[in-house]
């Protein structure tokens, strides 16, 4: 069974910083492009950072550009997102998401990691 | 970069057929064959219904059918049922590596 498991998520002070991880099994990691996408409470979703498969190359929405860094260890079938200079717009449960084709379509979706910024 | 244009909310009762409309641009819906589409029941993970406009997934009924005319995709689903009350997002590749999220549509079942 294909799973993806976030952790890392949690409380955090504006200007603070997070790492969080995604640990994927039941696939073959190495061969797809992977994606953070979040939802802050009661709102819709938001694509944040992807990565491709070899980990060469890594995109990300305006809101995050430069302050949020997405990397991979495809050692250990994980997924990363470094988050620095948080706000309380970070606010969200964050989640790790497959791209099969790199077609931006995204399956299986993780169950997500909240991170709450506030002071 | 907005986000894409889909209604707030659309109702219909058992059996009948409704349609959820997302609009873009064709700087995205309009200019790639890139447009997926994701139903998030209440308290669950967004679950991948359509991908590249009108294909669907492994398991996905085929009272599920998506489209798209320029820059406006859409999701139609015939034969409604209860368990299909839901959110439901629509996303679109805009160039350059990006993604576009719709800001959602609450589909009751009346």
């Known amino acids: 069974e294909v799973q993806l498991l976030e952790s890392g998520g949690g409380l955090v002070q504006p200007g603070g910083s997070l790492r969080l991880s995604c640990v994927a099994s039941?696939?073959?990691?190495?061969?797809?492009?992977m994606s953070w996408v979040r939802q802050a409470p009661g709102e819709g979703l938001e694509w944040v950072s992807a990565?491709?498969?070899?980990?060469?190359?890594?995109y990300y929405g305006n809101s995050v550009k430069g302050r949020f860094v997405i990397s991979r260890d495809n050692s250990k079938n994980t997924l990363y997102l470094r988050m620095d200079g948080l706000t309380v717009d970070d606010t969200a449960v964050y989640h790790c998401?497959?791209?099969?084709?790199?077609?931006?379509?995204?399956?299986?979706w993780g169950q997500g990691t909240l991170v709450t910024v506030s002071s | 970069q907005s986000a894409l244009t889909q209604p707030r909310s659309v109702s219909g009762s058992p059996g009948q057929s409704v349609t959820i409309s997302c609009t873009g641009t064709?700087?995205?819906?309009?200019?790639?064959?890139?447009v997926s589409w994701y139903q998030q029941r209440p308290g669950k993970v967004p679950k991948l219904m359509i991908y590249?406009?009108?294909k669907r997934p492994s398991g996905v009924p085929d009272r599920f059918y998506g489209s798209k005319s320029g820059n406006t995709a859409s999701l139609t689903i015939s034969g409604l049922q209860a368990e299909d009350e839901a959110d439901y997002y629509c996303?679109?590749?805009?160039?350059?590596?990006?993604?576009?999220f719709g800001g959602g549509t609450k589909l009751t079942v009346l």
């Open positions: 998401v497959r791209d099969p084709e790199g077609d931006a379509w995204f399956d299986p």
């Open positions: 039941g696939f073959t990691f190495t061969n797809y492009a």
């Open positions: 990565i491709t498969s070899s980990g060469g190359n890594t």
């Open positions: 064709s700087s995205d819906v309009g200019g790639y064959k890139f």
């Open positions: 590249d406009v009108s």
């Open positions: 996303s679109s590749y805009a160039g350059s590596y990006s993604i576009l």
